[in-house]
């Protein structure tokens, strides 16, 4: 096999893409997580790690371009150096996401403690479900679970909107809870935002695979 | 794909040297005042087949051809002189290959063999063709110097010159930059594409780039066989066959 | 000293003694010649005919001026003579309007009488023992059309050198057509295969057949079938046979050296194969042909047994192609011939210098034409 050098450098911003994938899961689940228990603690640390993603994020977009210099990549190289150039973005900005909850999260903590809407957990699940089909399929190049992760993002659409109408009547019955509500409404738009950069990802993989390009 | 007129039609096109079938069952629509670039490795039938473009395969010795080209619709194998053919489908060289004359006279070359003898429209001839060839400006106080005293790339260029002096419908360029350095090879790559607005090019190409560059239309050849044709930026960015895409990307062999 | 540095001493001095040999025997031959030849070259040798010749010549004297003969010079005829070391009487001076130029032999042809010419006889009086005054009072006062007994002396060499310059181009003008004609056939147009092997090998073995066994052909085909007799045309004939190998091969090798992409290129601009021979091919062989001609004419100026059997060995400046007129020596003939018959070792050593000089001026001409064209084509 020739291009020995340029495979190997493909292979290494494979797995660096993989490594910022499971890096934002376990930001993504310490989310969850602190979001159940409003857990300060994990919060600040979540907002820590998204330091630790931004610079990841720079080095990919670094190597992508050097490589795009030095090997001229052409046909599926080129898709899935291209891909991975807006991937990382997505995958950044839902990192950013996980920082921007774990804030409202630390300021939940200081009001007084309200209840958790309900559907959020279900919301969270398809979200969590929809990432880790993301990365899975970008690992395996699997057009079929990247098709799924846009099909399902309908779903998280949906809850938001059922979760939104819920907090509404729930501020509109009892006014204490309007600052709470308000936090939780800010963390379902963020959820909902996450499993669009899954959305995105999902359809950047699949111009990876078959060279079309998917309008959303 | 069908809104230019179609140049040379290909129809099952077989070519054996001897008992090696080199080229099999070609089949290609090449398109009037556009770039159709050739890739392929060495030994895949690539410059042979070019070669039947103009039928200069004719020169070898046992060469056996079967199926049918067509240029502008009339069978270049049957019903077409050989000598006209060749006027009208002209071809550059890979190497450099001014005849050992002077400038002027190798791009007279052609018109006087084609019988015109008057002074002052052999000049007119000469100038036109050199210009075609942006080379006019660098070689115009040296018309009488000999053609090898210049540079590679601007004997490439003379060359072309020559060719087109000839006032083909076709220029067939064989690997035309393979020996030149890269500034001459962008120069002739920017000649091509100013040449597809009167001429239909035919290239072939070791330089993947320069065919993904300069190209409309990309024909990936394998051991006789063409494996792809399409658009260059089709076949350069998604190619359907696995081993155009193991070739364009390096992973062959 | 190890014994492979002695090794490569003794080597290396085998070398130089041999190189130092071979010139060494090449300087003894060039001036054995020169030593034995350079006295005998002076302007008669290189002007004058091999053989004397007498003529009887009329000349219509004019007026004339004065008696005064003192000094041998008598202006009735506006000559001057002289005796010279044999005490034979000579004409060292001619006017320019002199009568002898206009004089004719006994068939009324004009025959000039030239400076150097020597008077045996004019009139009835015999020039024997005679001094320049009763020369010159006999010449003076002899009829008003004198008959004069002249005797143009020989011992030149111009009839040979022009025999050999009149061969070498007849020999050309035959063989470098055939042969460069031949040669493009074989390497252009003839397919490979047995047939054109069994033809080049052919042509390969008919190079090395003696010359001696060519002139016995020619002397058989030419001299006497076609009743030639020993000609020119039959020497030239059979000389053409024998340059034919040579340009043919000369020439095959100057045209295999041509890029094989000048002809692709050329018919890729539609020229036929004619024009591609014609206008592409011979002249970027040229140079190549020029060398075959050049060896050529050293063949043609060194053959000496092929010409000896076809061309004859008189000297004269052959006037025909074929018959009597047309025998002629060529200076290598004439060399061998010398020596065979006279063994006059430094005349045959003058005509070698005079040979030497020849190959040389013509090697120079083909150098220089073959220059001309090279830089014609801007390939210097």
């Known amino acids: 096999m020739t291009r020995q050098v340029f495979i190997q450098e493909l292979e290494q911003l494979h797995n660096n893409v993989i490594k910022m994938g499971s890096i934002v899961e376990q930001s993504m689940n310490d989310t969850i997580l602190a979001l159940e228990n409003i857990d300060v603690e994990l919060a600040k640390k979540i907002i820590i790690r998204d330091d630790?993603?931004?610079?990841?994020?720079?080095?990919?977009?670094?190597?992508?371009?050097?490589?795009?210099?030095?090997?001229?990549?052409?046909?599926?190289?080129?898709?899935?150096?291209?891909?991975?150039?807006?991937?990382?973005?997505?995958?950044?900005?839902?990192?950013?996401?996980?920082a921007d909850i774990s804030e409202y999260i630390i300021d939940l903590n200081k009001k007084p403690k309200a209840k958790a809407p309900e559907n959020l957990d279900k919301m969270v699940t398809a979200m969590k479900k929809m990432v880790i089909d993301t990365i899975d399929s970008f690992v395996t190049a699997d057009l079929k679970k990247a098709n799924n992760v846009i099909a399902s993002d309908d779903e998280v659409d949906e809850y938001f909107n059922v979760i939104r109408d819920d907090l509404i009547s729930m501020m509109q019955v009892n006014k204490d809870v309007i600052p709470q509500c308000v936090d939780y409404l800010m963390i379902i738009k963020y959820l909902e935002r996450m499993a669009d950069h899954a959305t995105n990802i999902a359809e950047w993989i699949t111009f990876i695979v078959t060279g079309d390009l998917v309008l959303s | 794909?069908?809104?230019?007129?179609?140049?040379?039609?290909?129809?099952?096109?077989?070519?054996?040297?001897?008992?090696?079938?080199?080229?099999?069952?070609?089949?290609?629509?090449?398109?009037?005042?556009?770039?159709?670039?050739?890739?392929?490795?060495?030994?895949?039938?690539?410059?042979?087949?070019?070669?039947?473009?103009?039928?200069m395969n004719d020169l070898v010795e046992n060469v056996q051809i079967g199926g049918n080209i067509y240029l502008d619709g009339v069978d270049i194998y049957s019903d077409i002189d050989v000598?006209?053919?060749?006027?009208?489908?002209?071809?550059?060289?890979?190497?450099?290959?001014?005849?050992?004359?002077?400038?002027?006279?190798?791009?007279?070359?052609?018109?006087?063999?084609?019988?015109?003898?008057?002074?002052n429209q052999l000049d007119e001839i000469v100038e036109k063709s050199l210009r075609q060839a942006a080379i006019w400006d660098e070689v115009k106080d040296k018309l009488k110097k000999s053609a090898l005293a210049v540079s590679g790339g601007q004997q490439q260029r003379v060359c072309i010159a020559r060719t087109l002096a000839v006032e083909p419908e076709v220029i067939l360029m064989d690997e035309p930059t393979s020996a030149l350095d890269p500034i001459s090879t962008l120069k002739i790559e920017d000649l091509a594409?100013?040449?597809?607005?009167?001429?239909?090019?035919?290239?072939?190409?070791?330089?993947?780039?320069q065919a993904s560059r300069i190209s409309d239309k990309t024909a990936f050849f394998l051991l006789g066989e063409m494996i792809e044709y399409g658009d260059t930026h089709q076949i350069f960015n998604n190619p359907v066959d696995k081993k155009t895409e193991d070739y364009i990307t390096g992973r062959f062999g | 000293m190890d014994s492979r540095k002695m090794k490569d001493g003794?080597?290396?001095?085998?070398?130089?003694?041999?190189?130092?040999?071979?010139?060494?025997?090449?300087?003894?031959?060039?001036?054995?010649?020169?030593?034995?030849?350079?006295?005998?070259i002076n302007l008669n040798f290189l002007t004058r005919?091999?053989?004397?010749?007498?003529?009887?010549?009329?000349?219509?004297?004019?007026?004339?001026?004065?008696?005064?003969?003192?000094?041998?010079?008598?202006?009735?005829?506006?000559?001057?003579?002289d005796l010279d070391e044999k005490n034979k009487v000579y004409i060292t001076e001619?006017?320019?309007?002199?009568?002898?130029?206009?004089?004719?032999?006994?068939?009324?042809?004009?025959?000039?009488?030239?400076?150097?010419?020597?008077?045996?006889?004019?009139?009835?009086?015999i020039f024997e023992n005679i001094t320049i005054e009763e020369a010159a009072t006999a010449l003076?006062?002899?009829?008003?059309?004198?008959?004069?007994?002249?005797?143009?002396?020989?011992?030149?060499?111009?009839?040979?050198?022009?025999?050999?310059?009149?061969?070498?181009?007849?020999?050309?003008?035959?063989?470098?057509?055939?042969?460069?004609?031949?040669?493009?056939?074989?390497?252009?147009?003839?397919?490979?295969?047995?047939?054109?092997?069994?033809?080049?090998?052919?042509?390969?073995?008919?190079?090395?057949?003696?010359?001696?066994?060519?002139?016995?052909?020619?002397?058989?085909?030419f001299v006497q079938m076609l009743q030639m007799q020993y000609s020119i045309l039959a020497g030239a004939l059979t000389l053409s046979i024998i340059l034919l190998p040579t340009i043919i091969s000369t020439t095959e090798e100057a045209l295999k050296a041509i890029p094989a992409t000048y002809r692709q290129s050329s018919l890729g601009l539609g020229a036929t194969k004619l024009q591609t021979n014609y206008k592409v091919v011979l002249p970027n062989a040229l140079p190549g042909i020029l060398v075959a001609i050049i060896l050529s004419i050293g063949r043609i100026v060194g053959e000496s047994a092929a010409l000896l059997l076809t061309a004859g060995t008189v000297a004269q400046i052959p006037t025909a192609f074929t018959g009597n007129e047309a025998a002629a020596a060529t200076l290598t003939t004439k060399l061998y011939w010398l020596i065979k018959e006279s063994g006059d070792l430094s005349g045959a050593s003058s005509i070698a210098i005079v040979l030497l000089v020849l190959i040389i001026v013509l090697n120079i001409i083909s150098k220089t034409i073959t220059k001309h064209f090279l830089a014609k084509q801007g390939n210097k």
């Open chain 1, 52 to 98: 630790e993603i931004d610079l990841l994020e720079q080095n990919i977009e670094r190597d992508c371009i050097n490589i795009i210099a030095k090997q001229q990549p052409i046909a599926s190289d080129l898709r899935k150096i291209t891909s991975i150039m807006k991937i990382i973005t997505d995958i950044e900005r839902m990192a950013d996401h996980c």
């Open chain 2, 1 to 55: 794909m069908n809104d230019t007129v179609s140049k040379f039609s290909v129809n099952d096109l077989d070519l054996f040297y001897g008992s090696f079938q080199a080229l099999k069952k070609i089949n290609m629509e090449i398109k009037e005042n556009e770039i159709t670039a050739f890739i392929g490795p060495s030994g895949c039938g690539k410059s042979t087949f070019l070669k039947t473009l103009n039928r």
């Open chain 2, 83 to 119: 000598i006209k053919l060749r006027s009208r489908v002209g071809m550059v060289f890979q190497q450099p290959n001014p005849f050992p004359m002077s400038i002027y006279d190798n791009v007279a070359y052609g018109p006087r063999i084609h019988g015109i003898k008057k002074k």
């Open chain 2, 193 to 209: 594409v100013e040449l597809k607005k009167d001429y239909t090019i035919i290239i072939v190409t070791h330089n993947m780039q």
């Open chain 3, 10 to 40: 003794i080597l290396q001095g085998l070398i130089y003694f041999s190189t130092a040999f071979t010139v060494l025997v090449l300087v003894v031959i060039l001036g054995f010649v020169l030593y034995k030849g350079l006295p005998g």
């Open chain 3, 49 to 81: 005919m091999w053989d004397s010749k007498t003529t009887f010549v009329k000349v219509v004297k004019e007026e004339s001026v004065d008696n005064n003969t003192k000094d041998g010079y008598i202006s009735s005829l506006g000559i001057t003579i």
């Open chain 3, 94 to 125: 001619i006017e320019s309007e002199s009568p002898v130029k206009e004089a004719v032999n006994l068939k009324n042809d004009s025959y000039p009488i030239k400076k150097g010419d020597i008077i045996t006889k004019a009139d009835t009086t």
């Open chain 3, 140 to 221: 003076e006062n002899g009829n008003e059309t004198m008959k004069l007994k002249v005797v143009r002396p020989g011992g030149g060499i111009i009839p040979m050198l022009v025999s050999t310059i009149y061969i070498i181009l007849l020999s050309l003008l035959i063989s470098a057509p055939i042969g460069i004609l031949a040669a493009i056939y074989l390497n252009e147009y003839a397919k490979a295969g047995r047939l054109l092997n069994i033809i080049r090998f052919a042509i390969q073995n008919l190079a090395g057949i003696p010359s001696i066994i060519y002139g016995l052909f020619g002397m058989l085909v």
